[in-house]
């Protein structure tokens, strides 16, 4: 991490996910190796809206490889973002 954030320019934005308890989240938090760059305001922790909060990338990229787009619809709650991954055949390699 550290040849990663040798710039003031890079940083990370992160998303809490609903698998960590609280008490696991600021046991990984307060790290050293993560509560370093926190204090140095490279990293930066935010919420999701509940409805998203949830969606595994990696049940996405399963549904799309077996075909499986009733699956993938039914993760995505997003219409426009169903058709930009079966037009542009995301995942699928």
Excluded: C
Aim: charged content about 35%.
């Amino acid at each position: 991490m550290t040849t990663f954030f040798s710039t003031n320019r890079s940083s990370i934005l992160y998303a809490r996910r609903g698998n960590l308890s609280a008490s696991e989240e600021s046991e990984f938090l307060s790290s050293p190796e993560v509560d370093k760059w926190i204090k140095r305001g490279k990293l930066e922790l935010f919420d999701l809206d509940p409805e998203v909060q949830g969606i595994s990338s990696t049940e996405i990229r399963k549904a799309v490889k077996e075909g499986d787009w009733e699956k993938l619809e039914k993760m995505v709650p997003f219409p426009g973002v169903v058709e930009i991954i079966k037009k542009e055949k995301l995942y699928t390699n």
